[in-house]
Each structure stands twice: as C-alpha cells, then as structure tokens.
C-alpha cells in the first residue's frame, strides 16, 4: 500500500478502528465479490483513508488502500448520524 498509494499501515489500522467508519461490504468495485471497502479517519495522516481488506480462515487481510476520493468522503458523510 505505501509503495503504490503512500498510505502507511499505521493509517490504515487507524481507519479500520475509526468508530465512525463505513464499511461497504462486498466493496461495490469488487470483481470477486470477496473484498470489503473500509472508510475511517486516520489521525496520522490527518484524512479520510479507503481501506480494501478481505477475509480468509478467519483473518483479516489489508490488501490496499489510498486517501479516500470524493466518492468515499460522500459515503462516509452519509453514514454519520
């Protein structure tokens, strides 16, 4: 993730924690089906990142993620009460 879209693995932890966070789940942009679209504040980097995990035998994968477009700062704003 941070070699291809600069986010440290710290800041995605960060999101996936966040309370507030939206999980889309399967991730709408998902081919298999399998990969799930996490959205959460990431204090370290002072944003909204976008955080792809899936699962496999229980376990949570990160598999990419990026500062999140205008697309997903609408979803997570629509989530929040």
Partial sequence: MYRRHGIAPDWADEALVDPERTVLEPD???????????????ASAGCLVTVIVIEHEDIVYGVNGWQANNTDLRRYREEQP
């Fill in 28 to 42: 709408p942009s998902s081919k298999s089906g399998r990969g799930v679209r996490i959205i959460g504040y990431s």
